[in-house]
């Protein structure tokens, strides 16, 4: 069971069924703003991440770089429309590293890569106060205990 307050982070395969998943935990007593829905990215419907996040849910936008991604040249335009909406303080990125050769700082997509390379294009499209917001902000939001 799930202590009262804490945070629930899913993996939403392909980023699909996310107001399924929240309809379903809140059902079972877990508001949205307590819930971090993941791999939205890999599913770029823009009226559907504003839905949800107008329902208090973070999204996470995990896995940028990542080798089978088809959908990251999007992200940019995805976020910036997602700020534009009113939503920038639902917005998390991640690196998504399930596997130790995702931590290899010198070219593995992964923490370093997050940070370095798409942290830098992504200030370049939205700029540095929306980029604080997303990296160090939200994240301290969503992972707040709220018990």
Known sequence: M????APVCVHLELGTHGLAVLAALDAAGVPPGNVVLGHLARNPDYHLHAELAASGAYLAYDGPRRDTHATDWMLGNLIHAMLEAGHADRILLGADTP???????????GPAALLNDTAAALTRRVGEDAMHTILAV??????????
């Open 138 to 147: 939200n994240p301290g939001r969503a992972f707040a205990w709220r018990g």
């Open 99 to 109: 596997t130790a050769d995702r931590l290899d700082p010198n070219g593995s997509p």
């Open 2 to 5: 799930r202590p009262p307050g």
